[in-house]
């Protein structure tokens, strides 16, 4: 029995290796590096975001999101420690791109109108299905080279990024959407 033990820890040991080795690591790592400035620059982003929100709920959702954001950096740095990488940020255009559409929303609306807020949301879930995609495509990289406690801090992370969208779009559907729609030009 001590014998298939070791046996399956060694195994389990060389598995670890040829991951930390593989070309698919080092995608993972550059991914991780990428979802780590991306999260980095939208909690600098969010409390812009939620001065511009003109409905006291969607204020709330961003700020909420704004201390979630902030715990998922502190994950995703926990990530890096679970595979032996220092953390590390890479820029993400992605983000970038997306973060400057929620800027000019914020520029190109009035201020107190609820069609911002119309907009708000629209740039918001943009953010969160980019996020959903990296946090599910990290997941399954993390799976597929071993890393198990990186999937559970990956998964943690992409549940809070479904949960965020989805309360994003409760708030559309609840009125802000319907009440932007009278809002005159």
């Not at 990186?150 to 802000?176: F, M, P, Y």
Request: charged share 35%; net charge negative.
């Amino acid at each position: 029995m001590a014998t298939t033990k070791a046996k399956s820890k060694k195994a389990e040991t060389e598995t670890t290796e040829i991951a930390e080795e593989s070309a698919l690591n080092e995608l993972f790592v550059d991914e991780l590096k990428d979802i780590y400035w991306a999260e980095k620059h939208l909690a600098k982003a969010l409390p812009k975001m939620a001065k511009a929100a003109t409905s006291e709920e969607l204020r709330a959702a961003i700020e909420t999101h704004l201390a979630e954001t902030e715990n998922q950096i502190i994950r995703l740095e926990s990530v890096f420690e679970s595979i032996e990488e220092k953390a590390s940020a890479k820029k993400c255009d992605a983000m970038e791109g997306l973060l400057k559409e929620g800027e000019s929303i914020i520029e190109d609306t009035e201020d107190g109108s609820i069609t911002r807020d119309a907009g708000l949301i629209s740039a918001a879930q943009k953010i969160e299905h980019y996020e959903i995609a990296s946090y599910g495509t990290l997941k399954t990289l993390a799976a597929t080279l071993g890393y198990d406690e990186a999937v559970e801090l990956l998964d943690a992370t992409l549940q809070e990024e479904k949960k965020t969208d989805g309360l994003l779009t409760e708030l559309a559907e609840a009125g802000i959407n319907q009440n932007a729609k009278s809002e005159k030009k």
